[in-house]
T-cell receptor, first 111, second 113 residues
Framework: DAKTTQPNSMESNEEEPVHLPCNHS???????IHWYRQLPSQGPEYVIH???SNVNNRMASLAIAEDRKSSTLILHRATLRDAAVYYC????????????FGQGTELSVKP | NAGVMQNPRHLVRRRGQEARLRCSPM?????VYWYRQLPEEGLKFMVY????????ESGMPKERFSAEFPKEGPSILRIQQVVRGDSAAYFC???????????FGPGTRLTVL
């Protein structure tokens, strides 16, 4: 699986938008971009995934660069409950299976 | 529809004992994954099972660790002769198919004294 690069940590203010970047310059044409998050003392939780087009769901939006070498997870209005470690993961659509977690971005949200 | 269930949530063992961790996947899910998170470290894949079969065990330590997912009942991760370095949070996840999103359980926190 190709590698991803994320900032170690980010800070946000409550009720403001948050843009979490991810670089994946060696992404292949069959890799989906997945985002998971892990709240303190909990198991990871699926957030969103996409291939080429931008994606929206009730939790977040995923903006994918035209060349697919980077993507951004967007939380439209951060809440204190969004404080977590966010993981950007590439997953080959022909293989699936295991998730390979990197270090992720630890997001803190200030009231 | 209950989520992924893991038990026990906390497990304390002395060095040399056996630890058995159980995972009940979401209803209808036949794909199960085990991950380990050592203190202050990231999540590492251990093993992927699909009903009675081990599909990928590339992350499993070669000795003392084994996993199964029988036709009936939960998936079991078994650690024999535990050592202090086995102390970690063990997470189980399940999915409908191998390419689908994975749903994680709350984890079992193993402490080896």
């Amino acid at each position: 699986d190709a590698k991803t690069t994320q900032p170690n940590s980010m800070e946000s203010n409550e009720e403001e938008p948050v843009h979490l970047p991810c670089n994946h310059s060696t992404i292949s044409g069959t890799d989906y971009i997945h985002w998971y998050r892990q709240l303190p003392s909990q198991g990871p939780e699926y957030v969103i995934h996409g291939l080429t087009s931008n994606v929206n769901n009730r939790m977040a939006s995923l903006a994918i660069a035209e060349d697919r070498k980077s993507s951004t997870l967007i939380l439209h209005r951060a809440t204190l409950r969004d404080a977590a470690v966010y993981y950007c993961i590439l997953r080959d659509r022909n293989q699936g299976g295991k998730l390979i977690f990197g270090q992720g971005t630890e997001l803190s949200v200030k009231p | 529809n209950a989520g992924v269930m893991q038990n026990p949530r906390h497990l304390v063992r002395r060095r040399g004992q056996e630890a058995r961790l159980r995972c009940s996947p979401m209803k209808g899910h036949s794909h199960v994954y085990w991950y380990r998170q050592l203190p202050e470290e990231g999540l590492k894949f251990m093993v992927y099972l699909q009903k009675e079969n081990i599909i990928d065990e590339s992350g499993m330590p070669k000795e003392r660790f084994s996993a199964e997912f029988p036709k009936e009942g939960p998936s079991i991760l078994r650690i024999q002769q535990v050592v202090r370095g086995d102390s970690a949070a063990y997470f189980c996840a399940s999915s409908l198919d191998r390419g689908n999103e994975q749903f994680f359980g709350p984890g079992t926190r193993l402490t080896v004294l």
